[in-house]
């Protein structure tokens, strides 16, 4: 036995014996038991609040899997930062569903409808006897002279604490600071926008100024001038900073356009005299006028990772997390002004699965956006906003009966058309063909994709992993062909499961020494 599954199957025995110590465990070496797949016989809502995971679900009790879609991809990105620093990240900030949907997809969507969805699926890597399914939603991308112009406002974070480096947490760190961090990904965005696309800039810190009216971009000098004249000092009152963010940006509402609100903070938030309940209903309010919200964070420490995540979901938009001038130009080059648009309102996915076929699935994160299966038509019920060229990419661990005969079941997408206002809805066959015999015979992207969701897992503390290890999600992603492992993303992933295998192996062992 290798010495991470060993400390891990002691670090279990120990919460179920506080006075076993390690010498005695040796001698008499048990196996940690494979997770329950009846969810020790807890309901579904009882089995999330106590392992914050969704349970395997018996579908002859609930046959239906339905959330709303989501890409945000800001835990991937906190999760690299900490590794990156020696350290593991807080379990609690770890999301499966983040770390999947941070590497981009290469599905070519049918430009005649809003989405295509893509299949694939086979043995599971790290669960004997079952099935790992990935189901890939990719919207279609604009059409020439499609996208509206947008009216964006920035509401950036100028406390003292973005003085602090952006990378490695605390006080102590690596490369530039958070603001200038910030200041070089703004500008990285401006150049990306519409010479009729507009820029306002407020930016707060223990009160808020207005540092820049609404600015066609083709003013580009101007608008980098006041980005550039953003300094730290004071305290992070991002009650304030939100308030007049959203009252400019009301001000210069346009029905025919793109509006936005882009918050830019460290998150380390005094929040106001009114808490936290008022900005999020403050966000959804707004929302519902048409002003979205996004939210970017920097940096690691103090991190009220929670609230930005809670502001986008409330804002009908997006959370992201930069740590580096290169993610930096990725997020603000790439990702956010393809997401500047919706293609899709209040948008669900619900699968249903054919109980003669398949006696069990588990969804793979996700649990944040957790609708309730009745109510994946009720269109007041609000979901997810998905923007242009997005891939929504989702896992489930399924669990098949003895010869299973037909399909797997059916994949159902509704959504309101922005275009159109309409409500729509459509769905796709499951066929049992997209199930591959041999996990040789899946694709390097889907290994891949299984490996990252396995390191979330891990990091996480998943009830499901209690059984794994970092060495197992090496082993998988040493199996990709000569070519696949040439891309940097591969590159990455490796690196960093390198690095939390080592983390985890030293904090386990250091559990061990001194009990």
């Not at 020439?144 to 947490?169: H, W, Y």
């Not at 979901?383 to 994949?411: C, F, M, S």
Request: proline letters at 6%.
């Amino acid at each position: 036995i290798g010495a991470e599954p060993l400390l891990r199957a002691y670090s279990y025995y120990r919460t179920l014996d506080a006075n076993l110590d390690f010498g005695s465990f040796t001698a008499h070496l048990v196996p940690v038991p494979p997770p329950s797949v009846d969810g020790e016989g807890l309901t579904q809502e009882e089995f999330r609040a106590r392992y914050r995971v969704n349970p395997f679900v018996d579908t002859r009790i609930d046959r239906f899997s339905t959330f709303g879609m989501d890409v945000d991809t800001a835990s991937y990105t906190r999760a690299r930062d900490a590794l990156r620093a020696g350290k593991l990240p807080e379990p609690k900030s770890v999301r499966v569903e983040e770390f999947v949907n941070y590497f981009p997809e290469e599905y070519r969507a049918d430009p005649e409808t809003a989405f295509s969805v893509f299949c694939e699926g086979g043995p599971s890597p790290f669960g004997p006897g079952f099935e790992l399914l990935k189901i890939a939603v990719k919207a279609r991308e604009l059409r020439p002279n499609e996208r509206k112009n947008a009216v964006l406002t920035f509401a950036v974070d100028v406390s003292g604490s973005m003085a602090a480096p952006a990378s490695g947490g605390g006080d102590v760190g690596t490369g530039p600071t958070r603001l200038a961090l910030v200041a070089h990904a703004l500008g990285t965005l401006v150049d990306a926008l519409g010479a009729d696309d507009r820029v306002g800039i407020v930016a707060y810190s223990t009160h808020p100024t207005l540092i820049l009216p609404h600015t066609p971009a083709r003013e580009r000098r101007r608008i980098l001038g006041a980005i550039e004249s953003l300094a730290p000092a004071g305290a992070t009152n991002i009650e304030a900073g939100l308030d007049l963010a959203y009252r400019v940006a009301d001000e210069v509402f346009d029905a025919k356009a793109l509006n936005r609100v882009i918050l830019c903070s460290d998150g380390v938030a005094n929040l106001g005299a009114r808490g936290p309940e008022e900005i999020l209903k403050k966000a959804t309010v707004f929302a519902r006028r048409g002003i979205y919200l996004s939210a970017v964070g920097v940096g690691q420490g103090k991190y009220d990772d929670a609230m930005l995540g809670q502001l986008a979901d409330k804002g009908n938009g997006n959370y992201r997390h930069v740590d580096s001038p290169a993610e930096a130009a990725r997020v603000f080059n790439e990702d956010l002004p393809k997401t500047l648009d919706v293609l899709a309102q209040d948008a669900k996915i619900q699968v249903d699965f054919n109980p003669d076929v398949v006696s069990n699935y588990r969804l793979l994160g996700y649990e944040k956006r957790d609708i309730k299966d009745e109510d994946f038509r009720n269109d007041k019920v609000d979901a997810g906003e998905v923007g242009p060229g997005t891939t929504v990419t989702v896992l489930y661990e399924i669990k098949r009966r003895t010869n299973p005969q037909g399909d797997i079941g059916k994949i159902y997408l509704r959504y309101r058309d922005t275009g159109t206002g309409r409500i729509e809805e459509t769905n796709y066959p499951l066929s049992a063909g997209v199930l591959a015999v041999s996990l040789r015979d899946t694709t390097d992207r889907f290994r891949f994709i299984a490996a990252a969701a396995e390191a979330a897992e891990l990091l996480r503390e998943s009830y499901f992993a209690r059984d794994g290890s970092f060495e197992k999600a090496a082993a998988l992603l040493a199996r990709a062909s000569p070519e696949f492992r040439a891309r940097p993303e591969w590159v990455e992933l490796s690196e960093l499961v390198s690095r939390a295998w080592r983390l985890s192996v030293e904090r386990l062992a250091s559990l061990a020494s001194t009990l």
